[in-house]
């Protein structure tokens, strides 16, 4: 094999190579627009992730659980313990407000409430992460007279209203 010979087989080994090299390069329009879609969903699905996930992780919430009764015979004697859930941070200005929706005494006489009661409310002035503190639901129907007999049945719904820092 001469010179030129060896010269003609690179340059069409060269020919075939770039051949193959533009062949492989060239990613159909479809495929390409479907690979950029597919990136772009895979990113707002992290990025929608990662908010829920610090929404979970930083979202204020507090729980009210019965603790005590002191007197079983009285439902007003019930303690609420008020906990801030958070993780994190902590909760101000807690407005606890007690609204005895129904209650019910012995003698057959019920009261129906058909709201909260702002006056019949505890404020706890902060609650820093995971604190606990403790509020009672007083009898709002205080002093109705003897005939009423005692309460054996009382509603209580406990309305929560704070601000988070």
Known sequence: MGRKERRKAQ??????????????ARIPLVRRVV????????????????????????????SVEPLITLNPVD?????????????????YKINVVCWPR???????????SLGPLPNVHHEIPQLEAGASSTVD?????????????????AELELVVSYRQS
Not at 41 to 62: C, E, N, S
Not at 102 to 112: A, D, E, L, R
Not at 138 to 148: D, E, K, M, Q, Y
Request: charged letters at 20%.
């Open 75 to 91: 439902p007003y004697t019930t303690q609420f313990n008020v906990k801030n859930e958070n993780p994190m941070f902590g909760v």
């Open 137 to 153: 639901c007083p009898p709002v129907i205080g002093g109705i007279g003897a005939w009423s007999g005692a309460v054996v049945n």
């Open 11 to 24: 340059r069409a080994e060269e020919k075939r190579r770039k051949r193959r090299e533009k062949q492989s």
């Open 35 to 62: 690979s950029i879609a597919l990136d772009k969903i895979w990113a707002l699905v992290v990025v929608v992730a990662t908010l829920i996930g610090l929404y979970v992780v930083f979202r204020p919430h507090i």
């Open 102 to 112: 129904n209650m019910q005494s012995g003698n057959n006489f019920s009261v129906v």
